[in-house]
Structure formats: structure tokens, C-alpha cells
């Protein structure tokens, strides 16, 4: 069965939510479709950390959308790289489907609903000891993160998320997003259920 692979930066609010709803779905309908998420680190694309106000500001336009979601963030702990969260997920991944899939939910989780700094030692030790993980070192770790960039490059990845599934791709499928002035607006993407329907057929 062809892995689901979505291309994501972890500190990006508008794929915690989408990562949420595909996970979601795939419990709800019983598949058994591997998501792997892969790193794609927005700090190296755009050639500086993501800005925490920015990434509030866009969280304020998604509570549109999704009222309770994002309750515990904290713009004063945004991380100031996802370098060493990315390494970890990649490490869960080492270790199993399931394990990768649970630590890429689970630091988004950390960031947006707990308020705690994902580029932190002391929480990147903590989120692997409870997942039973060795996190990767500094290096190996921008290895990991260097081999799925250029991966999603070859591919075209537009951006965050990115979601493959075989030759065909969707770009932030649950969302609809603009920009207006100096605001977003967000809605929820009327296609998104035959988007669910072509990945989990």
C-alpha cells in the first residue's frame, strides 16, 4: 500500500489542524495507509525562523475555522528552529511507522496546544523518553532533514503541507486560505471530502 508523504515544517499552524483532520479521518474509516511525514523546514526555504508573531497571527485567522484548537499556544516559547523536532520524528520513524506518526502528532501538539519550546533540549529529551525514542544528534539530524528536503524539491513541494500520495498531490487540502490586506482569512475547503475520499480509496 503506497504511503501517504506530507511535506510540513512542524511549527506551521496550518498543518497541525490538517494533520489533525487526516489522522482523524483515517481512524474513522478503518485504513490502514501509512502517513509519513517528512520534514520541510520553512527556516531553510525562506532563510530565517518562522516569526512567532506572524505564526499568532495566523493562528487568530484559523480559530475561525477551528475554535478550540491552538488553546495552550504561547508566541514567548515558539521555537527558534524545528531542526531538532524534525530529527526526532525522523528517529520514530527509525523505529516504526507508528511511532513516527505518533511524535510528528505529538510535537505539533507540544508547540500548539501546550505551549512548550520544541527546539528545547529538555523537551526534545523528554517527548523521546515518553515515546520510548533515542533522539537523533545535531547532525544527524539535519541529515535527516536534508534528505527529505530535497526529496519534497524534486518533487515540487509548493509548500506547508504539501500532501503525495503516488503521482498525485494536493497543497494544504483542508484549508482555504487568503490573504487580504494585511490579514488572513480561512475557511474550511469545500473539496477536502473528495480529497479524503482519492487518499484513503
Known sequence: MTDIEVFADIACPFTHLGLRGLFAERARRGSRR????RAWP???I??????PALVAHEIDA??????TAFKGFDGTHFPATSIPAFGLA?????????TGEAL????RAALFERGL???????????????????LDAARAEAAVRADWERGSARGVAGSPHIFLGDRNWFCPSLRIAKVGDHFEV???????????AVFA
Open 42 to 44: 520553512l527556516e531553510w
Open 187 to 197: 475557511a474550511k475547503a469545500g473539496e477536502v471530502r473528495a480529497f479524503y475520499d
Open 104 to 107: 510528528s502528532l505529538t510535537l
Open 90 to 98: 525522523a528517529a520514530g520513524y527509525a523505529v516504526d511507522d507508528g
Open 117 to 135: 519550546d520544541v527546539s528545547n533540549p529538555d523537551t526534545i529529551e523528554k517527548i523521546a523518553a515518553d515515546a520510548g525514542v533515542r533522539p
Open 46 to 51: 525562506n532563510g530565517s525562523p518562522l516569526d
Open 34 to 37: 501509512v502517513i509519513r511525514v
Open 62 to 67: 484559523l480559530r475561525v475555522v477551528a475554535p
